[in-house]
């Protein structure tokens, strides 16, 4: 018997999880990872804690199944995406802390870049938004902030990594600097047409080349783990940011097929084959992870606030006693009488990209009760999600024909039903809801030969539940209407 060890590196903890020839999860360890936030809008990682905390869950899952040497075929990486790490390239040694993508160090920074007459180039070149969110904003500042970084980026002294690209020096000993191209596209200094470092955008953020990992595809021999580290050696055969690792985990592997995960925040991505998506509704073109040297397509909306407003209404309103009450709760209620919440925390994300918004609760009478207002911030992610989805119809041209589901809040059936209420269409959530873990399984076992072909990946994938549209497509848009003048209220502030 032999496995497949998926290693999924979050931004909240570490995790390893143990496949079998039918793709079946056999065993999962995690490890807590903490973030630091040393100025307002901050967040940083210790990056030798997040190689540590990720060996150790990997070294655990391996030991929980008593794993002996020649039974792991093959290692798959997943990762927190965009998060920077600077390292010594003779020891190893990071220069600075990992800054996570979260951090928004570098914002005044990239406002400026997006005001400027390049902003126009970069936005084309790379698919994305001007933020940052992404990489190539975050490398500046360590390379201006660290003494000495500059010059001893351009004489090949550092090296730049996203979190696979660190994992993958640190198993293979400093062996292998490479990154795969889902992650490399979230750089923003990649070129997404032609998949390698882009000479002007290197340029303009004046960031050696010497410094950036080779870019190979997700599903690629990689190198081979050190023996030091998990008391074997390993081939790393497969690499992918967790957003496109879920997409693949989903089986979403043709044009039109879509995934939406219901996390702290929501990803949703539509892949779109070999075809490169140029998004005119605010949405960002990025790689989905790639079998071989052709390109494969996604295009991605995210949500900033969505579980979180949850473990808001848990946490610091104290109006439910856990994420899973809201169901019932919710059902409880027939309505929410008109009550509406955007829960715009931080901003809205796309479509909207608006950072000024805030929260906001409209509709509220004396006759509201705490299940309307429970029930509002369930929908309240519905609606967000519908938005993300007709950005990504518009976009792509092609009607979505079923959601594809995953993360901690699509455990909640008033919210799924909710979701193919308000959508239209049907939502399926699949048997195994650790969709990222397995994407990064499946990568790394179509590369070594454990899995014949995509066909069997594709076979492998089966569905929880669908959950089918029942609301009249009167009711469903006098909804959305509401919903859409409560954003219009938020945006207003
Ligand atoms: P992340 O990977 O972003 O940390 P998870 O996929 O683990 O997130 O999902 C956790 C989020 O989902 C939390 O914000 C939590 O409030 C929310 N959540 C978990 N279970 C439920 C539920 N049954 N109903 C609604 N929200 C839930």
Redesign the pocket.
């Known amino acids: 018997m032999r496995f497949l060890l998926s290693l999924d590196e979050?931004?909240?903890?570490a995790r390893a999880a143990l496949y079998n020839e039918q793709g079946r999860r056999i065993a999962t360890e995690s490890a807590p990872l903490v973030c630091a936030h040393p100025n307002p809008g901050w967040v940083e990682q210790d990056a030798q804690a997040i190689w540590t905390t990720q060996l150790d869950a990997a070294r655990r899952v391996l030991a929980s199944k008593n794993i002996r040497p020649g039974e792991v075929a093959a290692i798959g990486i997943t990762n927190q995406r965009e998060t920077t790490i600077v390292w010594d390239a003779s020891t190893g040694e990071p220069i600075a802390p990992a800054i996570v993508w979260q951090c928004r160090r570098t914002a005044e920074a990239c406002a400026l870049l997006a005001a400027s007459p390049a902003a126009d180039a970069v936005t084309r070149k790379t698919g994305l938004v001007i933020d940052a969110y992404f990489s190539a904003s975050k490398i500046r500042w360590i390379l201006d902030h660290v003494p000495d970084a500059q010059a001893r980026a351009r004489d090949g002294a550092l090296r730049f990594g996203t979190v696979d690209t660190w994992l993958l020096w640190n198993l293979t000993n400093g062996a292998v600097h490479a990154t795969d191209v889902s992650n490399a596209s979230r750089t923003m200094l990649m070129n997404l047409e032609s998949g390698d470092w882009d000479p002007e955008l290197l340029s303009l953020f004046d960031i050696p080349r010497a410094m950036l990992p080779r870019i190979i595809p997700s599903s690629y021999t990689a190198g081979v783990a050190d023996a030091s580290h998990l008391g074997f050696e390993v081939p790393i055969c497969g690499i992918a940011g967790d957003q496109q690792s879920a997409l693949f985990g989903q089986a979403c592997l043709r044009p039109g097929l879509s995934k939406n995960?219901?996390?702290?925040?929501c990803f949703a991505l539509m892949h779109t084959g070999s075809h490169q998506p140029v998004s005119r509704h605010k949405l960002l073109a990025t790689r989905a992870a790639s079998l071989d040297a052709s390109p494969q397509f996604a295009i991605e909306g995210s949500i900033f606030t969505?579980?979180?407003?949850?473990?808001w209404l848990?946490d610091k309103l104290i109006l439910i006693p856990?994420?899973?009450a809201?169901?019932a709760i919710a059902e409880s209620a027939s309505g929410t009488d008109g009550v509406y919440f955007v829960p715009a925390f931080v901003g809205l994300g796309a479509p909207y990209w608006d950072p000024n918004a805030r929260a906001t609760l409209t509709g509220v009478t004396l006759a509201t009760e705490a299940k309307h207002v429970v029930r509002a911030t369930?929908e309240g992610i519905a609606y967000q999600v519908r938005e993300l989805v007709e950005a990504m119809e518009a976009d792509s041209g092609e009607p979505l024909r079923e959601l594809r589901v995953?993360?901690?809040?699509?455990?909640?059936n008033f919210?799924m039903q909710f979701q193919a209420d308000i959508l239209g269409k049907p939502i399926v959530r699949p048997a195994d809801a650790e969709t990222t873990a397995l994407g990064a399984a499946y990568l790394a076992g179509l590369a070594c030969g454990y899995f014949p072909s995509v066909e069997a990946v594709e076979a492998n994938w089966s569905a929880d539940r669908t959950f089918e549209p029942r609301m009249p497509t009167s009711q469903r848009e006098d909804l959305y209407a509401g919903w859409k003048h409560a954003v219009a209220q938020c945006r207003a502030k």
């Open positions: 979050g931004t909240t903890s995960t219901y996390g702290t925040g969505a579980g979180a407003a949850i473990q848990r856990s994420a899973a809201t169901e369930l995953d993360g901690g809040a699509a455990a909640n919210l």
